[in-house]
């Protein structure tokens, strides 16, 4: 949470940010889930998304679907 708010940017994109961008991509949780294990830059401008090898890849894979399951605020 100190890089991601859950609607707006911080450091890098909002969840529900992420989730608008990828809605309706049936293999983004499988993208998403591979860049919080293995980091990534370029998708978001210059923003880079370090590695985050703590994260277990069942964990990666259920936050990617957490993620993609945010829905902007009403």
Known sequence: MACHGLVHKQVGPG????????????????????????????????VIMPRQTQVSEAEARALSQWILSQQPPR
Do not use: C, M
């Open 15 to 46: 969840f529900v940010q992420i989730a608008e961008r990828y809605r309706g991509d049936g293999e983004a949780a499988a993208r998403l889930a591979g860049k919080i294990r293995d980091g990534s830059v370029g998708t978001w401008g210059r």
